[in-house]
């Protein structure tokens, strides 16, 4: 047996969902104090506010390349990134991730993304609404959030991923991604967690141990606005189950990274029809 010398993390009542934890106060939490001196209200489910030390901002800047003038090799270009960054709080309750928290609230979770993803979509032309969990994993804050950042711009995954589904729906006639989990779905080696609506596996070129990708294999959707009620019921229980497996491998609230990846918005493409993508979910633990 291979000797594990990895870090080890022992449970803390911050992940007990028994009456007798001991609530952690912090800046997220209801009433809490963030850095820049603004107070929380006293919420009692998901919570959005405008991210205090956002990556992106929506300034006055233009939208045009900046070019060094005294250069003309053209290698020194400056373009700017603009966008708007959230922060969503899942629950009041500093010590319940996503796995100990009912169907119920977890419901109050995906409708709150959609909600967001409906007031930002317009004006942008990617959300991505992700969450880092753990301190290994870059999170600061132990209290139960994601983050939403929608810019102006493609990201570079999200440009790649745009241009290989189009290209192979340009080729094939069908989603890349539909295609590839029907072949999934037959072969069922890789095939983790199954419901009505939606599939847990871990993809064929996965690169992270215990990577995992959530997506749906009824019919073909390209935005989590697109869910209707059966299918978020469908998404609650079937993320409850995969993020319990998760904290139950090693018996801890196990850290990860994960983001949602849709069809591309903004004023272009948000109308538009966007065949070739498959909305999905990618975890990277």
């Not at 132990?142 to 939403?148: T, W």
Request: with cysteine; hydrophobic share 35%.
């Amino acid at each position: 047996k291979r000797p594990w010398l990895g870090k080890i993390e022992k449970n803390e009542d911050q992940n007990n969902d028994s009456d007798t934890a001991t609530e952690v106060i912090n800046a997220l939490s209801p009433g809490g104090i963030r850095a820049n001196g603004k107070q929380n209200p006293e919420y009692n489910s998901t919570y959005v506010f405008d991210n205090d030390f956002p990556s992106l901002i929506d300034n006055d800047c233009p939208d045009d390349l900046i070019v060094n003038d005294d250069d003309d090799s053209q290698l020194f270009r400056i373009e700017p990134a603009r966008g708007r960054c959230r922060v969503m709080c899942f629950h009041p309750s500093s010590r319940l991730s996503l796995p100990l928290m009912s169907i119920d609230e977890i419901l109050t979770v995906i409708n709150a993304w959609i909600e967001e993803l409906l007031k930002l979509s317009p004006i942008y032309r990617w959300v991505q609404i992700f969450e880092n969990k753990g301190a290994i994993m870059g999170c600061s804050n132990p209290h139960p959030h994601c983050q939403i950042w929608a810019s102006r711009f493609l990201p570079n995954i999200a440009r790649q991923k745009d241009k290989q589904q189009r290209d192979y729906f340009n080729k094939h006639g069908s989603p890349m991604l539909w295609d590839y989990c029907q072949k999934e779905l037959i072969n069922g080696e890789r095939i983790l967690l199954k419901n009505e609506h939606w599939l847990v596996l871990i993809p064929f070129w996965a690169t992270w141990p215990f990577e995992t990708m959530l997506l749906p294999h009824h019919r073909c959707i390209q935005r989590l606005n697109e869910i209707n009620e059966l299918e978020k019921q469908s998404l609650a229980f079937i993320l409850k189950k995969l993020l319990t497996i998760y904290d139950n491998l090693f018996e801890t609230s196990f850290p990860y990274s994960m983001g949602w990846h849709g069809a591309p918005t903004g004023v272009d493409d948000w109308q538009s029809q966007q065949p070739h993508w498959i909305l999905h979910a990618v975890y990277y633990p």
